[in-house]
């Protein structure tokens, strides 16, 4: 099985661990990912709030560039990136004034026929009905599924699972032994892209959405976006110093929960890369007879 | 002059739908928007408000429009056009606000940290081909130094977690990059 592939910047640097653990899991279910060659920044939030040729342009150069690789479906594992390069196309092909406008722009026809598959889309592939994966260490865990806004909005656009209550998440963390809470707030805004310039009103909006995880028994909250994961992660401090109280639980990656069912381990899927700590509260019937000491010293620790 | 009244002259209305293909008289005015939106109540205007005042285009409430700050926190986050019954594609038209302010010169005050960020995020990508995120923060605090010790604790934490790459990547494609830039600087700023 082959994919094209657009990491997306972010991947490099404070998601390196979305691509680490996708990597791992796609390697081990034979699934091939070849890089869009020479790909650039798909212009984020910024291009679309200063300029709006520039927030199509910049997406339709990846495209052209992997329209002319020949890649017939492309995984997009950002879903920033993702919503970009999808709202570029739907406009490009709606609009052929701006579509010819832009291939000048860009110096390159754009035909826009590559597939976009995010980052879920690629983990149904890739961990599907016929997939050779096995779970290993089922992961036990109440989740919160947390789709952020850009992986299922617009609707029309991205024709990706219900906007309102999705379940393509929740489905796959089924699969792996999770028991996925049901709660309001699975597509609620992060804050995503005021994250350094109004971090205040970022720590509101992400604290809303770890009490209402936390409120409903979530011990883990899974996302898809490396901007959501941000905010949740890196944030917590912010979010914390906000809300006046602590919040021990842990944002993970779908694919590092996958990878974790599937047997990998923490540490090669980039789990030590969070700012918080991933523990799990233990439950006594879940401790092995020999590790029970240390269980519940650990469960002690968790209940403070 | 014949077609919809909104392109019988050149008020907000009429700029709106030019340059979006959205039009602000679809809106009833029902407030879903308003409802949904993550940060209505950060904003000095709900989204609905902004609606109205493009709506009736009066003296001083188009640049009240475009002076607001409720232009600027908009996250588009997509759930007001989700909700909308009528599909107003309101995310849509406040980039259109967002860039037709900066054109007037309307820009909001507290706003200007927003665009800032914005700003410092595009020049890596200008000059390499991608963002780079910490010479975005460096660029950003060199833009706004009251913001200069506001994440001086987290930054040495990313960095010992291998979340910061400390060199920019420079695409082969530079070249195209920067003329992707000039261009559709240059055509937007005519609009």
Redesign the interface.
């Known amino acids: 099985m082959k994919l094209g592939y657009f990491p997306g910047?972010?991947l490099?640097?404070?998601?390196?661990e979305l691509e680490e653990s996708l990597m791992l899991v796609a390697k081990k279910a034979g699934m091939e990912l070849t890089t869009i060659p020479?790909?650039?920044?798909c212009?984020?939030?910024?291009?679309?709030?200063?300029?709006?040729?520039?927030?199509v342009?910049?997406p339709a150069?990846i495209l052209a560039l992997a329209d002319k690789a020949g890649m017939k479906e492309v995984l997009v594992p950002c879903s920033a990136c993702y919503n970009r390069l999808a709202m570029a196309q739907y406009e490009l092909l709606e609009n052929p004034d701006l579509k010819k406008?832009v291939s000048?722009?860009?110096?390159m026809d754009f035909e826009g026929t590559a597939k976009l598959l995010n980052v879920v889309e690629g983990m149904e592939k890739i961990f599907g009905e016929d997939s050779v994966l096995k779970v290993e260490k089922p992961f036990e865990h109440k989740v919160a599924c947390y789709y952020g806004?850009?992986l299922v909005?617009?609707?029309k656009v991205l024709k990706f699972d219900r906007?309102?209550d999705p379940q393509s998440m929740d489905r796959l963390m089924k699969k792996i032994g999770a028991d996925p809470i049901d709660w309001p707030d699975k597509?609620?805004?992060c804050?995503?892209?005021?994250s350094?310039?109004?971090?205040d009103?970022v720590a509101k909006?992400s604290g809303k959405i770890l009490e209402s995880a936390v409120k409903r028994g979530a011990e883990a909250i899974i996302v898809a976006c490396p901007m959501c994961h941000s905010n949740l992660d890196?944030r917590r401090?912010n979010i914390e110093k906000a809300a006046g109280k602590k919040y021990s639980i842990p944002v993970l990656y779908l694919t590092e929960a996958i990878g974790l069912a599937l047997g990998l381990s923490e540490k090669e899927l980039g789990l030590?890369?969070?700012?918080v700590p991933v523990v799990f509260p233990i439950r006594e019937k879940k401790a092995e007879p020999e590790k029970a000491e240390s269980a519940e010293e650990s469960a002690g620790a968790v209940e403070e | 002059m014949e077609g919809h009244p909104e392109d019988q002259d050149q008020s907000l209305m009429s700029r709106v739908r030019e340059?979006t293909g959205e039009s602000a008289y679809k809106c009833y005015q029902c407030g879903k928007c308003s409802a949904g939106c993550?940060?209505a109540l950060?904003m000095d205007y709900p989204p609905s408000q902004i609606l109205r005042m493009i709506q009736l285009g009066l003296p001083g409430l188009e640049e009240k429009a475009l002076g607001s700050l409720s232009i600027?926190?908009c996250?588009?986050?997509?759930?007001c056009?989700?909700r909308c019954p009528k599909e107003v594609d309101l995310p849509k038209i406040m980039?259109?606000l967002?860039?037709e302010s900066?054109r007037r010169g309307l820009t909001h005050p507290t706003a200007k940290?927003?665009?800032?960020?914005?700003?410092a995020?595009?020049d890596p990508?200008k000059y390499t081909?991608?963002?780079?995120?910490?010479g975005l923060?460096a660029d950003?605090k060199a833009r706004n130094p009251i913001?200069a010790f506001?994440?001086v604790?987290?930054a040495p934490?990313?960095f010992f977690?291998?979340?910061?790459?400390l060199a920019p990547?420079m695409?082969?494609?530079r070249g195209?990059?920067g003329?992707?830039?000039e261009?559709?600087?240059k055509?937007?700023s005519k609009k």
């Open positions: 910047c972010s490099l640097g404070s998601a390196r020479d790909w650039n920044c212009g984020s939030t910024a291009a679309h709030n200063l300029n709006h040729l520039l927030s342009s910049l150069r406008e000048e722009i860009i110096e806004c850009l909005r617009p609707a906007p309102e597509v609620e805004c804050g995503a892209g005021l350094v310039s109004r971090t009103l909006l890196m401090e030590h890369r969070h700012l | 340059g993550p940060l950060e600027w926190l996250l588009a986050c997509e759930t056009v989700a980039d259109f967002r860039q900066l940290n927003i665009i800032k960020f914005h700003r995020f595009l990508v081909g991608r963002a780079f995120e910490v923060i950003y913001s506001q994440d604790l987290i934490k990313m977690k291998g979340k910061l790459s990547h695409i082969k494609g195209e990059i003329r992707i830039f261009r559709a600087m055509k937007e």
